[in-house]
Structures are given as structure tokens and as C-alpha cells.
């Protein structure tokens, strides 16, 4: 029968990945433990066992998880206008935070996935549209196949329209078209990230936890406790006893992917608004 992946024999055998290629070694290993010879009948009788359990098992390695990673600066070397605030009426010049894209390829079999991460406040569809084309080119990887997800950050360039709503700065009040230089590089830099990804896959296995959070972030749609009626708090209000809190995701989930000993990613999901920052 197949060992519990805790158990001595689990532990001396690995992953599946493992298995075929330590076959010889968890004989001589095991051998050991008992005290017996690998030649003896005992250690032959052993490793045919391990050799017909491994055969069972059947386990092919193109048919292992694979996972890579790869990473890109978004950082324009010029004035930019930074999307999230229809305060805004100027173009930043300075750096603060690196600005960044991540995309995480994986495989098992014939299939293969794109999940990119982006450090801006949005994507429209149609743009979208030609990420999947452009990458699924390059790549013979496409929708529905890619995920995209931005981190809604207020601290990156535009790649989306963008409305100044405050008068008085070196923009005048209006709708100004997203960034098309900065929405061309990210475009190229998904196409080259998911080239290098996919071009350095390598077995994994992935381990996952759930994480509750309960005190870092809020609801911000409230209902007054005297007259019923919403509200919105930008910030945790100082009566909090006045309001119903509506439910929000508290917890973040944490996907762990592993080459042996080796961290190759750290996935993770939390429902949040960060509208903060500075």
C-alpha cells in the first residue's frame, strides 16, 4: 500500500517526482534500519518490492506540477500621471516604491497557466484582450488560461483614463486618456515575463494555509444605528458602537510552492481596498 506521506517510508521516498529517481536509495536506507545487507535475500526481496510499488504508482514527469516565476520593473523614467485620486492635478517626477509586474507560470500534462500580478489600479477589458492575444502568440498560452490581477495600488501609472476633479494644479479639470507609452510597456513586459516564466519550469509540489485577519481592515459601507441609513467611513470611525459593520473576507489564503527545499513561489490572496499609502 501507498505510505503516508508522514511515515518513515514517506518521508525516505519524497514527493512523487522523487520516488522513481530513489528507489536504490530508500532499499539501501531501509536496509539499514533493519540491520540487513542491500544484496541479501532480504534486501533484494525489499527493493523488488519498492520497484513494483513505484511501477504502480505509474508516475510520470510531465505529469508533476511545474511552477516558475519572473519579475519586471514598471518604472517609467519620466513624468508620469499616477492613477486612484481625482485630487491629483500634477504629474509625479519622484520614486518611492518600485512599481513591479509578476507572473507566476504552471503546468501539469499538456496544460499551462499564466497568473500575473500588477501594480496599478486597473485594466480595462479591451486591453485585456490584447494582453491574451499578444501573450498567446508569443506563448501558445491564452485565455482563459491567463489571469490577470492588478493590486488596485493608487501609487502607479495610469494605464486606464484618468479624471482630475480638483482645480488649481498643472492639469486642468477633465477625463485625460490612459498612459498609451506606459500601457505598451506593461503590455510587452507581461509578453516577455511569461516567456522567461515558462522557460524555467520545474517541479513542485504546494502547500496552503488560511490565515485570519481580522483586524487590519474594515467594511467601510456602514449603517447608522439611528436612522438605518448608510454611510461611508474612509477611515475606522472613532464611535464604531454607532454603526452595523457590514461582513467582509477576513482571512488571507497563502499558497506555498516548493522545489524540494527550495521556495520557488509565495501566492497570496486577501480581499482588501489599499488605498493607502506614504
Same mark, same amino acid.
Given at each position: 500500500?501507498?505510505?503516508? @506521506?508522514?511515515?518513515?517510508?514517506?518521508?525516505?521516498?519524497?514527493?512523487?517526482?522523487?520516488?522513481?529517481?530513489?528507489?536504490?536509495?530508500?532499499?539501501?536506507?531501509?536496509?539499514? =534500519?533493519?540491520?540487513?545487507?542491500?544484496?541479501?535475500?532480504?534486501?533484494?526481496?525489499?527493493?523488488?518490492?519498492?520497484?513494483?510499488?513505484?511501477?504502480?504508482?505509474?508516475?510520470?514527469?510531465?505529469?508533476?506540477?511545474?511552477?516558475?516565476?519572473?519579475?519586471?520593473?514598471?518604472?517609467?523614467?519620466?513624468? $508620469?500621471? =499616477?492613477?486612484?485620486?481625482?485630487?491629483?492635478?500634477?504629474? #509625479?517626477?519622484?520614486?518611492?516604491?518600485?512599481?513591479?509586474?509578476?507572473?507566476?507560470?504552471?503546468?501539469?500534462?499538456?496544460?499551462?497557466?499564466?497568473?500575473?500580478?500588477?501594480?496599478?489600479?486597473?485594466?480595462?477589458?479591451?486591453?485585456?484582450?490584447?494582453?491574451?492575444?499578444?501573450?498567446?502568440?508569443?506563448?501558445?498560452?491564452?485565455?482563459?488560461?491567463?489571469?490577470?490581477?492588478? #493590486?488596485?495600488?493608487?501609487?502607479?501609472?495610469?494605464? +486606464?483614463?484618468?479624471?482630475?476633479?480638483?482645480?488649481?494644479?498643472?492639469?486642468?479639470?477633465?477625463?485625460?486618456?490612459? &498612459?498609451?507609452?506606459?500601457?505598451?510597456?506593461?503590455?510587452?513586459?507581461?509578453? +516577455?515575463?511569461?516567456?522567461?516564466?515558462?522557460?524555467?519550469?520545474?517541479?513542485?509540489?504546494? +502547500?496552503?494555509?488560511?490565515?485570519?485577519?481580522?483586524?487590519?481592515?474594515?467594511?467601510?459601507?456602514?449603517?447608522?444605528?439611528?436612522?438605518?441609513?448608510?454611510?461611508?467611513?474612509?477611515?475606522?470611525?472613532?464611535? @464604531?458602537? +454607532?454603526?452595523?459593520?457590514?461582513?467582509? &473576507?477576513?482571512?488571507? #489564503? $497563502?499558497?506555498?510552492?516548493?522545489?524540494?527545499?527550495?521556495?520557488?513561489?509565495?501566492?497570496?490572496?486577501? #480581499?482588501?481596498?489599499?488605498?493607502?499609502?506614504?
Amino acid at each position: 500500500s501507498r505510505p503516508h @506521506p508522514k511515515s518513515r517510508l514517506g518521508r525516505i521516498l519524497g514527493t512523487k517526482a522523487q520516488q522513481v529517481k530513489r528507489g536504490i536509495a530508500a532499499q539501501v536506507h531501509l536496509c539499514r =534500519l533493519c540491520g540487513a545487507s542491500p544484496g541479501s535475500d532480504f534486501g533484494l526481496g525489499l527493493l523488488a518490492c519498492v520497484c513494483i510499488w513505484l511501477d504502480r504508482l505509474k508516475i510520470k514527469e510531465a505529469e508533476m506540477l511545474q511552477v516558475a516565476c519572473s519579475k519586471r520593473s514598471l518604472l517609467p523614467a519620466r513624468e $508620469v500621471c =499616477l492613477h486612484g485620486y481625482g485630487a491629483r492635478n500634477y504629474r #509625479s517626477n519622484k520614486v518611492e516604491d518600485p512599481v513591479e509586474l509578476s507572473c507566476m507560470a504552471l503546468a501539469q500534462g499538456k496544460q499551462r497557466w499564466l497568473i500575473f500580478t500588477i501594480d496599478c489600479i486597473g485594466m480595462d477589458r479591451l486591453d485585456c484582450a490584447q494582453a491574451y492575444k499578444k501573450i498567446a502568440q508569443a506563448c501558445d498560452v491564452g485565455f482563459p488560461n491567463i489571469l490577470i490581477c492588478c #493590486s488596485h495600488t493608487h501609487f502607479a501609472p495610469a494605464a +486606464e483614463n484618468i479624471g482630475v476633479t480638483v482645480p488649481g494644479g498643472e492639469m486642468e479639470l477633465g477625463i485625460y486618456r490612459g &498612459d498609451q507609452e506606459f500601457l505598451d510597456s506593461l503590455l510587452q513586459n507581461m509578453q +516577455e515575463a511569461a516567456e522567461e516564466a515558462l522557460a524555467s519550469l520545474r517541479n513542485a509540489s504546494v +502547500e496552503y494555509v488560511v490565515i485570519p485577519l481580522p483586524a487590519v481592515a474594515f467594511n467601510r459601507r456602514t449603517i447608522n444605528k439611528s436612522d438605518k441609513l448608510v454611510s461611508t467611513n474612509y477611515t475606522y470611525p472613532k464611535n @464604531p458602537d +454607532e454603526y452595523h459593520f457590514q461582513n467582509w &473576507d477576513d482571512n488571507m #489564503s $497563502v499558497w506555498r510552492f516548493r522545489h524540494e527545499d527550495e521556495t520557488l513561489a509565495i501566492l497570496t490572496r486577501f #480581499s482588501c481596498h489599499p488605498v493607502t499609502g506614504g
